[in-house]
């Protein structure tokens, strides 16, 4: 069972209201990523971050931001949602160059 | 464009029997090639990845996977399947050898029947 862990697990939130969903990972990785997946879709990658004070955006454009002040912790804010952020947020992590990703058990979002 | 496509939304076998999921790729450059399964409530989870060498990758509970480069493939297989691997299956391929940017397929169902 991999070390990362999303909070909350499950949020149902009223539009224009600023959330963050937490990740946190114990195993020292220095690659972490957001995916963001709607039921019966793929994948898409909205944030990645190589290390500290590094953030970078993925290939599906997203309102959201992220942070990476600490290793272990990468927070996604969406500083007001609405109906169309309602999705699963996945977040992952890796060590080094083409290693495998460690996910997360999810956030289930709901705005309404 | 670069893309990863698993053309069955479902598969169906019964306990016991082989099974196969399927995953084809279109990138330029070198493939890097993972499987990824996904249980209920759960985060995905690494299954096998190809990234040189042999073309037969063995992986995680009794997965293995074949890259064939002529065919741009990189299907799923598992001699004798259990209930127990029902779950949603992701092929992906890295864009980068840096493993940043994964291009996830839309996924496969595979339902072992008892």
């Known amino acids: 069972e991999a070390d990362i862990y999303q909070t909350p697990r499950y949020l149902v939130i009223g539009t224009g209201k600023k959330i963050t969903l937490e990740c946190s990972q114990t195993m020292g990785h220095d690659k972490m990523y957001w995916y963001q997946q709607d039921p019966g879709m793929e994948l898409h990658l909205i944030h990645y971050?190589?290390?500290?004070?590094?953030?970078e955006k993925g290939d599906l454009s997203s309102e959201s931001t992220v942070s990476r002040i600490r290793t272990e912790h990468f927070p996604l804010t969406l500083e007001s949602a609405r109906p169309s952020h309602t999705s699963q947020y996945l977040c992952?992590?890796?060590?080094?160059?083409?290693?495998?990703?460690?996910f997360g058990p999810g956030t289930r979002l709901t705005v309404l | 464009a670069q893309s990863v496509a698993q053309p069955e939304d479902q598969v169906n076998v019964a306990e016991g029997n082989p099974l196969t999921v399927k995953c084809t790729y279109s990138?330029?450059?070198?493939?890097?090639l993972f499987w990824y399964v996904q249980y209920p409530n759960r985060g995905l989870q690494f299954l096998l990845k190809y990234i040189t060498g042999d073309n037969l990758v063995k992986g995680s509970y009794g997965f293995e996977a074949e890259f064939n480069k002529s065919q741009t493939s990189f299907h799923l297989k598992k001699p004798s399947a259990l209930v127990s691997d029902s779950a949603l299956y992701f092929c992906a391929v890295a864009l980068n050898q840096a493993g940043t940017a994964l291009i996830f397929g839309k996924g496969t169902t595979l339902s072992v029947s008892s």
């Open positions: 990138v330029s450059g070198n493939p890097y």
């Open positions: 971050s190589y290390g500290v004070n590094s953030t």
């Open positions: 992952a992590s890796s060590y080094g160059g083409l290693r495998e990703q460690f």
